[in-house]
């Protein structure tokens, strides 16, 4: 693969000299082009060490206009990076659409590094990049334009420029202990690095692989590949026919998971007292375990409006010390969210170590209330349900203890607390117009909420369905659900 | 001041329960009208240590509406924390209009420790809490309420407190470390805090001491006053008149400080390459000298259309290293920032050490651009040349380096210019409409600029007047004035 980038490509300084204007010029044009779209561009900076990626990066910067570009120099993760799943880092900088992201080393460093150091093993190293793959996709679907460059530099010319670089008094700063080591390990790391390109460099998201040898030549192709790949992703997204968003009325099967559960379950007065009481007991001081064992928990609650899901919460929340939860709740996107794509919020909040967030609702609106009432598309909520597994595993595999709730109630049951909250003061503020709307849809929220427990019920992070006409029932449930899966993953 | 929080006010079981449903209803209607208003809500909640603070956060969080609330717990700041002036921890969890943010340790927290440990003097523990006072005082004015409790307990009550909780199996895990060391410096935090209070309770934003040894009056007591102050926040904004905002059409005095630069100045070609390159190649080792020595430098360019800020910006990134330099251009603030005080923005992207911003006009926005215009009130954009200068201070007094460039040109000179810009091809993108609009007002942007250089050239962060009508003169004061800087910082 990286032949075709050690064939001694060089550009001639007249040559040079005669396309640079015509290369700014037509960058500022795109760029122009670019911040009026709703298009978002992560350029990824990579390949061998010294093979001068800072230096090209500098140039770009020069001949963009910079007020658009933000660079980010991925180097050792800070400590609130740290106690968020690695790609957290990455999420937090996602440029929003319009503007263009530079990054100077990317999500490929750790798999690299890690197998050509030999602490992971093959299987581990490709299931990465698979990840990565997906993510990529993920983001092209979302409006992120993601341009791969991989700088390279053959043995002999990388020792060639390293000794150069070493005799000159003032550029021997640029020659690191790491890219010393690097020259020493470049057979292990050409071969990891052609593997790793290899597998990732899909139609969608290609590799460019730069021969950085020569300077002039270096800048240019980067720069005339950059000004290709806006300029065709732009035409595209100008091509593709809007997406119809339209309201999805499907209907449940008759017989469904959620019709299925025994809605007669219930709990008598003092048994609930007694095993919330000794529930919450219990709780308290396994939260406050999280932060020792350095782990954080996120609780999901979905189900139908009045399903008890704010009451579940509070049982709860009474057990736990303000210092340790956070209780969100989801409602519209800020005009920054949605210039990113749409799990960013949710990766955004994460929280850190120690902590539980609690979600009133949660990145499953995607494809339950977006889906029925047409603000996304059927592609869009159709490729959510693999995206939210894919964020969940990169949680669940952090060691994010992660539960998610679906209380369910009939539409008998709705109505009685519909009018119930009508009638008592302190609970009016809890109904709306809106809760009247969305009852209208019953069957088709019923459909929505089926096809996500089937296609989102993880092994690490399965749906529990929580029977909830009965109130006690329902949080004693929960209460106990919480506590054994805490018991379970802080022992 | 602590004497009335000593009197042993108690309140009895059945009083509570009659109580605590009105208060209940009352806190969530409160918080209903809250979410709807463009008031956002700061609760500091301090006192002494072992008072009970969390316990009755706890008790607030599970009486109002969780959802709307955020519970931040200000112990030991984060790394990325400690690259930043102290405040920026506190700005960056500001709530945004209709949630609450409740603090569990506040901006008070550092001087009252720092003073009664004696590791700082009495004027700074007094410089520091005015500095609070009128961080608070624009708060207020920005619309967000600051609602401060200190919880006080008598050393007898709270030394009962601690014996009882020690003695307790299940919550003596509660007694820590620094609340036994607390207990032995009762007597200096006592006199320390009660200084602190007396002098930031001020009128728009009292202390409100609640004496904390029985809980039921302490829990009530905060809620009640928290809705009083809610209520009477609500009622006062309801009631203010609208701020009429009305472009400025000041006109500046006919001799001026923009006027009087000797715009004659002017540098020949090979004086200014050599001394561009010489100031280059000076300015890229000194920029790396930033993160060794653990500083951050923020640059700030002001001045009318075409006056070359994004040439004279690209001379200084042209040395610089990308991987240390961003360039920020202000344009329309996100509706997440107008949620926030206005210098929320820039807060919320200060550099971390080692890092340089270069601003492509700034905060300064408030008192040029919004003022002429009428974006902001004339309250507004008058009392915010102090808070500018209370933000540069906090900057400076925490080592960043910050230089503030305002490029002069005249009428006649950007009027060549726009021309200019209009026939020639790749700069056409840097002219709009609003560039002739803004220019039939160049009067009143002169006379906005001269009071703000004016108001706000303090000793530690200066203007810097720039005669700009010859650019290679601009560049190079520019440069050079940056480099000076850094040599005089770093060595």
Known sequence: MFETAEVGNRMEKETYKREVPKVRAELLEVQKRLAASDLGVVILMGGVEGAGKTETVNQLLEWLDARGVETHVMDEPTDEERERPPMWRFWRILPPKGRIGVFLGSWYTAPIVCRAFGTCTEPEFHEALDQVAAFETMLGREGLLVVKFWLHLKQKALKKRMAKLEADPLQHWRVTERDLKFVKKYGKFRKVSEAALMRSSTGEVPWHIVEAEDWRYRHLTVAQTLIASLKEALAERAAAPKPKRAPDLSRPPKTNIIRSLDMAKKLGENAYERRLLKAQAELNPLTRRLREKERSMILVFEGPDA?????????????????????????????????????????RNLPRLGSVSIYDRSWYGRVLVERVEGFCS??????????????????TNFGTILIKFWLAI????????????????????????????????????????????????????????????????????VLETVLKRLKRELK
Request: proline residues 4%; glycine residues 4%; charged residues 35%.
């Open 378 to 395: 059927k592609e869009e909520w159709q490729r959510a349900y693999a995206e939210i597994n894919a964020f969940e595993e990169a949680l």
């Open 307 to 347: 399903a008890g899901k704010g009451g579940a919460i509070r049982r709860l929340t009474q057990a736990m010390d303000a210092r340790t939860y956070r209780v969100i709740s989801v409602a519209a996107p800020t005009d920054e969210e949605r210039a990113h794509p749409y799990l960013w919020r949710f990766w």
């Open 410 to 477: 009939g539409p008998t049951e709705q109505l009685r607390r519909f009018k119930d909250r009508e009638i008592t003061p302190y609970k009016q503020y809890k109904i709306t117009e809106e809760d009247w709307r969305n009852r209208a849809k019953w069957d088709a929220y019923e459909a929505a909420a089926v096809e996500m427990i089937d296609k989102t019920s993880t092994h690490s992070a399965p749906w529990i369905l929580v029977e909830a006409e009965n109130k006690e029932h329902a949080r004693v449930k």
